[in-house]
């Protein structure tokens, strides 16, 4: 298997992004359920319980917006009712009790896909002096990506963990439905060759708790 880049790691100066784990996505009757996302809040759950034991930054982003219209824009031409699914006033739009935020963590909620856009993410890494960041969460192609793709362009060393992203299917729009095994596959693929490294929370695990020990 090639694999371009293996990150050395600073618990101090890394940091775990937990993209979009809410109610809406990650429960049976949110609005938008992407079935997948119950297969990754063990590893998300441990992974994060390691980085708060050995000093690495847990930060969860959340897709939220006012309510009211002024503030979607375009994703609202793609998602017709996001004003009301995505509104601060949403129960919906909360951290599923699996992964509720504790004492320490960092919550910044975000209004599009990117963790990065118009949000005050850039600022708090820096302040903080935090150059890696391992990116699990939903959807692996999207808000995930999307994400990783940011970062990159900031100069962050990128991570993707392979068994904490969760991916959708897509339907036919017009090349074929793919499912989301398919979309997981090429998704993690390119970003294992384009952006930055791809791997395991297990293998980030026994990294992070090593690096402690020196």
């Known amino acids: 298997m090639l694999k371009k880049v293996t990150w050395e790691i600073t618990p101090q100066r890394t940091a775990l992004i937990i993209v979009d784990m809410q109610k809406i996505f990650c429960e049976p009757d949110g609005d938008l359920w992407v079935p997948s996302s119950r297969d990754v809040i063990a590893p998300i759950r441990e992974l994060a319980a390691t980085c708060r034991a050995n000093g690495v930054q847990v930060i969860y982003l959340r897709h939220v917006v006012r309510g009211d219209g002024s503030d979607t824009g375009r994703f609202r031409d793609l998602y017709p009712h996001a004003d009301a699914q995505f509104a601060?006033?949403?129960?919906?739009?909360?951290?599923?009790?699996?992964?509720?935020?504790?004492?320490?963590?960092?919550?910044?909620?975000?209004?599009?896909?990117s963790g990065f856009h118009n949000t005050d993410l850039d600022a708090i890494l820096r302040m903080k002096d935090i150059d890696t960041l391992m990116v699990c969460g939903t959807v692996t192609n999207v808000c995930c990506e999307t994400t990783i793709r940011d970062g990159v362009h900031r100069e962050y060393k990128m991570i993707a963990l392979s068994d904490a992203n969760a991916a959708m299917p897509y339907p036919d729009m017009g090349f074929g439905e793919v499912s989301a095994l398919d979309v997981q596959r090429i998704a993690l693929t390119a970003m294992a060759y384009e952006f930055g490294e791809v791997t395991t929370c297990a293998d980030m695990t026994q990294r992070i708790t090593a690096a402690e020990a020196d």
């Open 88 to 113: 601060r006033a949403n129960p919906a739009i909360e951290v599923i009790e699996e992964l509720r935020p504790e004492a320490g963590d960092i919550v910044v909620d975000k209004l599009f896909y």
